[in-house]
């Protein structure tokens, strides 16, 4: 009887083992399972000593949401993982370890977690083989250890489950805690500001955990969520869906529905971690469609953890280029619903202008768009004398958002050129100058004129900008001796912060310094 009873105590310890033991792992892929937050400690490489901790909580739909980013610091000879790091190493375990009592020298801040004030009598046992090694004990024990009251970087701190077995030599200890004056011992690091709000956000019946690791190994343990930056129509029945990338994720599933909160089918998986756009060929203008994109790990095998983005949606416009008065050809943009587009760069023309924007016409509505108060129809833009808003070229298409299926037409703004100045003369007036004359343009509102200069060998070049429309002539005091030189000048106006010239005589006028 004996014998049975040992050997079902035995057994009902390994099983009480099995099931009762904290989540310790070094390389726990897809063994989050129960886990309703996380904090992500990343560094750059296994020796690196400072990095960033992101917390996660999980939503009810299964997202990992971020709730804070901060600095973090591990220990001064970096990472090691958790299945070969040794006592006295000076490097923070790297895995998955959970949270699993708070304490503090300071004042309770609010912590979800049972809170216990360090008192005196406190010390944790750090002498391998100790029956106490690696716990919290109300007695000083010798030999190495803690003194816990000792440390302001346990101001706030919780304890975790590594080497909650008490395997000798490999030391114990390990802290989630404020942060001291550099690197720790082993521990990981956080300022006490940020501490105190773990305190306040970390919940037991979340069953949180830290995970310990470099950037690029984030996959062996946790994938967060991407997050979608924009839906950009590429065609009339195309839109590109971009986002950012994931360090540490193996494959993105992109996910579409015809609504917000319909049934998500993936339209396409990526394999390459490194992609952070698709373009869906397989929609249609003018209807709306929802996206999201799950990240997921792929380790040894093994399907990983799963993040999903927020959902993203758009809808498809047509804009429509008209050459207002000009010639040429321009071809159609489609425009998502509610983003900066940027417009296609004129192509018009017309002999005798110059192109200076686009007036913007809504054809479901027949309103154009005004400065002043936004859409309008043409009557009420002659009664209250609003200006038709017009967009300068290789701008972005960002007030003017259509209604759904609608078309924009943008029409083409041209500014007349001021008339020709007449070409007087150049001539030397002194062993350094050139005197170049012309007559005034006819144009009320030119503003100066630019001088240009060129020689036989070399193409016009602008030397000079005169202020003022009576200004009729310039001495250029850079010319050499024993060069001749043609001049030629240009008037010039602007017209909705655009330069428009005049035409030029191509003959010019020519002098030279003897």
């Not at 000792?150 to 390990?174: L, P, S, V």
Request: positive net charge.
């Amino acid at each position: 009887m004996k014998k049975n009873f040992k050997w079902i105590m035995l057994t009902c310890c390994i099983i009480a083992g099995l099931f009762l033991h904290p989540l310790n792992a070094d390389a726990a892929e897809n063994n989050l399972k129960g886990v309703g937050q996380v904090v992500l400690v990343t560094v750059s490489s296994s020796t690196s000593t400072e990095g960033t901790a992101t917390a996660y909580e999980k939503s009810s739909e299964g997202n990992w949401i971020t709730k804070k980013t901060g600095s973090a610091r591990v220990g001064k000879k970096g990472i090691e993982p958790i299945a070969t790091r040794k006592q006295g190493s000076n490097k923070t375990p790297q895995g998955i370890m959970k949270l699993l009592k708070a304490y503090g020298k300071k004042t309770d801040p609010g912590s979800l977690f049972t809170y216990t004030g360090i008192t005196s009598n406190m010390y944790w046992d750090l002498n391998s083989g100790s029956s106490t090694y690696n716990r919290l004990v109300y007695k000083n024990p010798g030999g190495d250890y803690e003194h816990l009251i000792d440390y302001n970087t346990y101001n706030y701190m919780f304890t975790t489950d590594y080497n909650y077995d008490q395997i000798a030599g490999k030391g114990g200890a390990i802290f989630f805690h404020c942060n001291g004056k550099g690197a720790t011992s082993g521990c990981i690091s956080v300022p006490e500001s940020t501490m105190k709000w773990y305190m306040t956000w970390l919940d037991p019946d979340k069953n949180p955990v830290i995970i310990v690791t470099t950037e690029k190994q984030v996959q062996k343990y946790f994938v967060p969520a991407t997050k979608i930056t924009s839906v950009q129509a590429e065609s009339a029945t195309s839109l590109k869906i971009s986002w950012n990338r994931v360090y540490g994720t193996a494959r993105y599933y992109i996910q579409r529905s015809d609504s917000s909160d319909g049934t998500y089918k993936t339209v396409k998986t990526i394999t390459n971690p490194k992609t952070t756009s698709w373009i869906d060929r397989d929609v249609a203008s003018g209807k709306n469609y929802y996206y999201q994109i799950k990240t997921r790990n792929y380790v040894d095998g093994k399907t990983g953890y799963t993040g999903t983005s927020s959902v993203a949606s758009n809808k498809i416009f047509l804009v429509r280029y008209d050459a207002g008065g000009g010639s040429g050809k321009m071809s159609n943009t489609w425009v998502p619903y509610g983003y900066s587009t940027k417009l296609r760069a004129n192509s018009f023309s017309k002999s005798g202008y110059t192109f200076v924007g686009w007036k913007m016409y809504r054809k479901s509505d027949k309103k154009w768009y005004t400065n002043e108060a936004g859409w309008q129809t043409a009557d009420s833009i002659s009664k209250n004398s609003y200006t038709k808003y017009v967009k300068k070229d290789k701008t972005c298409l960002a007030k003017s958002s259509s209604i759904n299926k609608d078309t924009i037409i943008l029409y083409a703004v041209w500014a007349k050129n001021p008339s020709e100045p007449e070409l007087v003369s150049a001539r030397a007036v002194n062993d350094t100058t050139i005197r170049i004359q012309w007559k005034a343009s006819s144009t009320a509102s030119v503003k100066g004129y630019r001088i240009y200069r060129k020689t036989e060998d070399s193409g016009w070049t602008r030397i000079a900008q005169s202020e003022g429309r009576t200004v009729t002539e310039y001495n250029d005091t850079t010319a050499q001796k024993g060069i001749r030189y043609i001049y030629t000048v240009r008037a010039y106006r602007t017209s909705n912060g655009v330069t428009v010239l005049s035409s030029y005589d191509k003959k010019g006028v020519s002098a030279a310094i003897e």
